[in-house]
């Protein structure tokens, strides 16, 4: 029998690595990127956060402080309240007050200033939020000040203009709203999924307990702070950091009307068990594993760009990353000839570096189940490309990596591995494309890439995904309804679909 030590030989003998070609002009490193950090001075950061409920930060009944770390330096960030049942019992009981006394009488166009207030404090915050979502997730600071913190903002502001016009959404209705909402949220996108969930709830008129990941809490807390500089009502948005037990509590609370959680789909089955019956509104974003379909008619250079952004933004920790490509026959050495060549150029580092590419994966739990996984499709006979770039000598980290010669029954084929590693399988015929597309347990999202724009009608009405990209991939936008089908979950965040989730319609 092979030892541990003889089966990880095998199977680093297993993996093609993806080298940088040598220029055809030798330029030594004249080319090199210089260092490029962001600055980290402007940022204040506590030794200790406190729990935020009524609007103060109060220390926890449940006495109990966790650290959260930045994954790319392993450095202690901060200690970290953890909230348990008591607390969210007191988070729930000032979000009713809240609720009854103030937010629910305010006249909605007041509402909406505040939700404005916060926008505005945002966006005047942009730069501190950016800096720390990177430290406190590993995110490239690229993607967290130009997409992250720009779209958390745009989704107060796109909400702010709502409240006052909710009539208009659901004509021949009158809205109100439903009370206190338990939102939890993952480590994927802290900030922008604390926007999601926060600016629609309180813009109808209801308030919130939200619980942010147990990795991630920071910019939660920065939030926390907008909310008092806001001179928002105490208690209308409470923020309980803790584990999933402080999430489980928050679901099993009796005067919680509804519950919204992004998470994976296992988490997702818990909670829909215990709000069944309970009269809970609830919602589910949950996990996917979207196929992004290339046709031999599409541009294939923008496609490449397509599926490297598909895959390795935010280091594929993204519920709807294009994470199963699907390229026709005919085009396949091409495109991958192109993929491994765009891959060695990418640069995996410090998450500060405005250079960077690809960041750190977010915990070392994550880390070992992305190895797990990706050992699993070695082992079931795929094909492993990998990046040889450098792999820093603290924090977690995973080099860019595709796999070939995948089957549609691999682990790896149909499990969410939440990390940047693509698995790329082909086809023949449209009608291939997009059996294999749909033959799956989720639903989220998916990518078509074609010159056609009858195929793009054809192809995208067949898919069985809640967002499907054209010629594009991770386009997001406050007006457009995000959410999915089967294991992906119900319900939809986002437009005038994501209103619904936070109204009683009379
Ligand atoms: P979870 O679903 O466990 O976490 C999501 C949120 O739910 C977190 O705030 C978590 O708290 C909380 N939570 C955990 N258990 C419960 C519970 N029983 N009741 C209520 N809330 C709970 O995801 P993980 O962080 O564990 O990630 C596991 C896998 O899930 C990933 O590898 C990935 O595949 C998938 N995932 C999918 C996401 C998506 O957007 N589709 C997002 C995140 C993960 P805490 O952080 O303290 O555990």
């Not at 210089?34 to 926890?60: M, N, Q, T």
């Not at 903002?153 to 959404?169: C, M, Q, S, T």
């Not at 792999?391 to 990596?401: E, V």
Request: aromatic fraction near 8%.
């Amino acid at each position: 029998m092979a030892t541990v030590k003889e089966e990880q030989e095998a199977r680093e003998h297993a993996v093609r690595r993806i080298e940088r070609e040598k220029p055809a002009l030798e330029f030594g490193s004249a080319w090199d990127y210089a260092p490029a950090p962001e600055s980290r001075d402007h940022l204040r950061l506590e030794e200790r956060y406190g729990l935020f409920i009524g609007g103060k930060f109060v220390a926890p009944k449940s006495k109990k402080y966790f650290e959260t770390v930045n994954p790319a330096t392993e450095e202690t960030l901060a200690q970290v309240a953890e909230a348990g049942p008591a607390d969210v019992d007191a988070a729930v009981t000032a979000a009713e007050e809240a609720y009854r006394k103030r937010w629910s009488r305010l006249k909605p166009a007041d509402r909406g200033k505040y939700v404005y207030r916060i926008a505005r404090l945002l966006q005047e915050k942009s730069r501190e939020l950016a800096v720390l979502e990177s430290m406190d997730g590993g995110k490239p600071i690229k993607e967290s000040r130009d997409v992250d913190v720009p779209l958390a903002i745009a989704h107060f502001f796109y909400h702010a203009g709502w409240a006052d016009k909710l009539e208009y959404a659901f004509p021949r209705h009158t809205v109100s709203p439903i009370g206190v909402c338990g939102q939890i949220i993952p480590w994927n996108f802290p900030l922008l999924m604390a926007a999601w969930k926060i600016a629609p709830a309180i813009s109808c008129g209801n308030t919130v307990v939200l619980k942010p990941a147990e990795t991630t809490p920071l910019t939660a807390m920065l939030l926390a702070e907008v909310c008092q500089e806001a001179d928002l009502p105490p208690g209308v948005v409470n923020i309980l950091p803790g584990a999933g037990e402080t999430g489980a509590a928050l679901v099993n609370h009796a005067r919680v009307k509804k519950i919204a959680f992004t998470g994976s789909t296992d988490v997702g089955k818990i909670i829909q068990r215990a709000t069944a019956g309970t009269g809970k509104r609830l919602t589910l974003e949950l996990g996917g594993k979207a196929a992004n379909i290339v046709f031999e008619d599409a541009p294939i250079d923008q496609a490449v760009e397509g599926i490297i952004n598909g895959i390795y933004f935010n280091q594929g920790h993204v519920c709807c990353a294009g994470s199963r490509l699907l390229v026709q026959e005919s085009i396949a050495d091409t495109v991958l000839q192109k993929l491994s060549d765009r891959i060695a150029t990418l640069r995996m580092g410090d998450p500060l570096d405005k250079n960077t590419d690809v960041g750190a994966i977010n915990s070392k739990m994550q880390l070992d189940k992305i190895r797990e996984l990706v050992a699993c499709g070695v082992e079931e006979g795929a094909e492993l490309h990998q990046s040889s770039c450098a792999i820093p000598p603290k924090g977690f980290w995973f080099p860019p990596s595709f796999f070939t010669n995948v089957a549609q029954s691999h682990r790896i084929a149909r499990e969410e591995i939440f990390g940047p590693v693509l698995t790329v399988m082909t086809f023949r015929t449209p009608d291939e494309a997009i059996e294999k597309a749909n033959n799956i347990p989720y639903g989220l999202s998916a990518g078509v890439w074609t010159d056609k724009g009858s195929k793009i009608f054809q192809i995208t009405q067949k898919m069985r995904a809640g967002v499907v990209w054209a010629n594009t991939f991770n386009k997001f936008d406050p007006t457009s309804p995000f959410g999915g089908y089967k294991e992906s979950g119900f319900g939809r965040e986002g437009g005038v679909h994501g209103l619904r989730a936070y109204v009683e319609l009379g």
